[in-house]
């Protein structure tokens, strides 16, 4: 028997049976059809947030740390509006969504009704697609769609555009939702180009001083397993972007670090002199690349990624290879064997140890984690606090960040072994993303030690979420580095501005965040002597059932290093420390 | 370089915003743009043209084939095609230079398609750049007004853009 149901049913409905987890919104006039019908008969939990920026990046920690697309509901108008910092953020980072924003009654639109806003169009620049509902009977195949094209190819955040008119209940329509779609116009590809692969291993096999650099499309496409596996084999050297981080694990020997801006020295060092790169998952970033026309002089480039667009954006490939990232390294591993199977002496065993020991020398000399390469301080340098925070998680903690120094130095010194554990906003860069998203992650794994690393700055832009924490009962453990500035803004005044601190300090303004925690029903502690650092830390993941926000006031004056040489400067152009440089 | 982009797209509210959006978000040109309805009322045929260097153009196609509502796409200019743009053209018609306009419009196989005691409305069809001779060739007559179609294109031969 076929079911009748009305819009809003339908999408509490389908929303069901998409095996959706969570949905995080926050209701309004033109959606309130909507949660009448989530609120009547809807076995999908929703999460209220204190602000719908916060929803969207809840719902990105829990897509980012899960793979399943993050599923938000707003209201039309400042609802949307509120929405929008969150889907972009989404979007530069390529992480599955599905947004689903009301809108004012289809006869209103363009009349400047009450809360009306061209949300299609607000979006359109930073969604993958998005849909407007004309009919109530489309609701089931466009939700299915629209997971469908979040979720596929390079993923990404997808709006639909709610009426209100349609989610009413008193008329009903046959419901059916569709195991799959097909779409004409939408064919991501499946598999890369047999040819294009054996030269890849080929040319592979034939370096002398290779080096493997994976990004974030690894993490999405699930090919860690196999990226580790084939960096294995060859005994190459791996380096991971911001984003790709814990795709090549960090433990492991042939790990060189990230690259990139502030990325390792030894990884920056061994992708300039490199003659063959294998690009996975990455974009080639301007964070990573420093002058485009100085990178990499002598590399010959391998570029795999299932967005044709990124090959040879920025940096032309050599051999580009469009498609997912399993399929392609399947048949890239099967290649290579094929080729040693007959050629055993491939890859040149001598030249790789050269290599190696080029790169040993390298990290040697200036690697984050060969020797102490931050100064001394009477007060805690923000490295110890991250060296502190993996210890005591065991490095098995999910870790978001907000954006500035405390980023850096988490994803520095933070050494990630698995994907999905380093959850960041790396292309947006959008302070106030850490305490969301570290929501998300906790709803997705409860019993998780889960960290938001942030820093004074950041944390007050969705400090309202202290409060969602409450409610949900979220207890993620605060580490905020607390610096008393904008610390990157401060950091880059004081390189090129000669330290004029133009509004990147707040005075005495701040708040007592202790107390404030206290305030939310919550444990907050401040640290202040290195000596009791990790006792505090121990004592706030021990407490497994409560948020704890750990205050630890650090050096003000530590900058992030290594950092680019900009601008006119390569990728082996870097300053190591105040007063030195390669 | 000029490109002649033509694509099939499906005929949905809003898709042609996300082409135009798609150029003035990453920086690109259009020159002229042009867009109907074809045989098949589900899809509608966008042409633009536009300039760049080969790197452009080919970040402009693949995102342009990226765009859900794009179905499918050709770079005439690839090829041997034939593109046509309509060009209606008033100017004033008086005196000496009303013989001179119609000569003019013969010499460029246009036809004058409306008639009034001062002025004559011409229709020209044709490449852009007959377009631009023929308006270079009014230089002495008073152009009042002049209303361009874009650039519609297709391929030479057995080559189609369908699905
Ligand atoms: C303060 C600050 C400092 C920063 N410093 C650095 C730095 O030093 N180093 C650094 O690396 N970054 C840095 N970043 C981040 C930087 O801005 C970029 O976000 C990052 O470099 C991009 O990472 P990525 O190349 O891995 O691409 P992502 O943005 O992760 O993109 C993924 C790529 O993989 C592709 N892809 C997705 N799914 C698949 C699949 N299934 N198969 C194949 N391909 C797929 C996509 O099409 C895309 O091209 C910094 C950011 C901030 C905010
Ligand atoms: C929403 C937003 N506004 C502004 C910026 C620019 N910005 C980048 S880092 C930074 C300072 C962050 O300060 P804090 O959170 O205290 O971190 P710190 O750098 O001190 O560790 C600013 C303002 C940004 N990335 N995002
Ligand atoms: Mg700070």
């Known amino acids: 028997m076929v079911e009748l149901l009305s819009g809003g049913e339908m999408i509490a409905r389908a929303l069901e049976d998409e095996g959706v987890e969570y949905i995080f919104g926050y209701p309004g006039g033109a959606v309130l059809h909507i949660y009448d019908a989530l609120f009547k008969d809807c076995k999908v939990p929703h999460v209220l947030v204190r602000h719908e920026q916060a929803a969207t990046h809840a719902a990105d920690g829990y897509a980012r740390a899960t793979g399943k697309p993050g599923v938000v509901l707003v209201t039309s108008g400042p609802g949307a509006t509120n929405a929008i910092t969150g889907i972009a953020t989404a979007y530069m980072d390529s992480i599955p969504m599905v947004v689903f924003s009301g809108q004012v009654q289809s006869h209103l639109i363009g009349e400047d009704a009450f809360q009306e806003t061209d949300m299609i169009g607000i979006s359109r620049p930073i969604v993958k697609h998005s849909f407007m509902v004309k009919k109530a009977e489309d609701i089931p195949v466009m939700i299915k769609k629209a997971f469908h094209i979040a979720a596929t190819g390079r993923p990404g955040p997808v709006v639909i555009d709610i009426p209100k008119d349609i989610t009413r209940p008193d008329e009903k329509f046959e419901y059916h939702y569709p195991r799959s779609v097909k779409m004409r116009s939408y064919a991501p590809a499946q598999r890369g180009h047999t040819g294009q692969i054996k030269k890849a291993a080929k040319l592979l096999v034939s370096a002398k001083r290779p080096i493997i650099y994976a990004g974030g499309g690894v993490i999405q496409g699930e090919g860690s397993d196999l990226l580790t596996r084939l960096a294995r084999e060859l005994n190459y050297p791996v380096t991971n972007t911001l984003m790709g981080l814990g795709a090549f694990p960090a433990t492991d020997r042939q790990f060189l670090g990230m690259l990139g801006m502030h990325g390792f020295y030894e990884a920056n060092m061994a992708m300039h002199h490199s003659d063959v790169i294998l690009a996975v998952g990455a974009r080639f970033d301007d964070r990573v690349t420093n002058t485009v026309s100085k990178f990499c002089p002598g590399a010959k480039i391998i570029h795999v990624d299932v967005d044709p667009a990124s090959i040879s954006k920025t940096v032309p490939a050599d051999i580009p290879i469009v498609g997912p990232v399993q399929a392609v390294l399947e048949e890239l591993l099967a290649q290579l064997a094929t080729i040693r199977e007959k050629e055993s002496d491939l890859p040149d065993q001598g030249a790789l140890e050269r290599w190696w020991k080029q790169i040993d020398e390298w990290r040697g000399k200036h690697g984050l984690w060969t020797g102490r390469r931050y100064g001394e301080s009477k007060m805690i340098m923000p490295q110890q606090v991250i060296e502190s925070l993996y210890r005591v998680t065991d490095g098995d903690a999910y870790v978001t960040s907000d954006v500035g120094q405390h980023q850096m130095f988490a994803a520095q010194y933070y050494r990630f072994d698995q994907p999905r554990r380093w959850i960041n906003s790396g292309g947006l860069g959008t302070m106030g993303f850490g305490l969301p998203a570290a929501m998300g992650v906790q709803l997705a794994f409860p019993d998780k030690a889960v960290a938001c690393v942030t820093g004074e700055g950041s944390i007050q832009m969705n400090i309202q979420e202290l409060s969602t924490c409450t409610q949900y009962n979220t207890p993620v453990k605060i580490i905020n580095l607390r610096n008393n500035y904008l610390g990157m803004v401060k950091q880059w005044q004081d390189m090129q501005y000669e330290g004029r601190y133009a509004m990147s300090t707040y005075e005495d303004s701040l708040p007592d965040f202790v107390k404030l925690m206290e305030a939310y029903g919550h444990v907050g502690m401040q640290v202040t002597q290195l000596s009791e650092l990790d006792a505090k830390m121990e004592e706030a993941f021990a407490m497994k059932d409560r948020l704890v926000f750990l205050d630890i006031i650090i050096d003000p004056m530590e900058h992030v290093y290594p950092m680019h040489v900009a601008p006119n400067g390569s990728m082996k152009d870097m300053w190591l420390s105040k007063n030195e440089r390669t | ?163």
């Open chain 2, 1 to 163: 370089m000029r490109r002649i982009i033509s694509m099939l797209m499906e005929n949905e509210p809003g898709a042609l915003s996300r082409v135009v959006g798609l150029f003035s978000q990453r920086g690109y040109n259009i020159e002229t743009l042009n867009v109907a309805p074809t045989d098949d009322p589900t899809l509608s045929r966008l042409t633009l043209t536009t300039a760049g260097d080969d790197k452009q153009i080919e970040q402009i196609t693949k995102h342009l084939n990226k765009l859900v509502d794009v179905v499918k796409l050709v770079d005439l200019t690839e090829g041997a095609h034939i593109e046509r743009d309509l060009m209606l053209i008033k100017v004033r018609a008086q005196g000496v230079l009303r013989d001179e306009v119609k000569r003019t419009t013969d010499i460029f196989r246009g036809q004058i398609v409306d008639v009034g005691p001062n002025v004559y409305t011409i229709q020209l069809a044709g490449t852009s750049d007959k377009l631009d001779s023929f308006v270079a060739a009014m230089a002495d007559v008073d152009i009042l007004e002049v209303v361009r179609s874009g650039v519609a294109g297709i391929s030479r031969g057995e080559k189609v853009l369908s699905l």
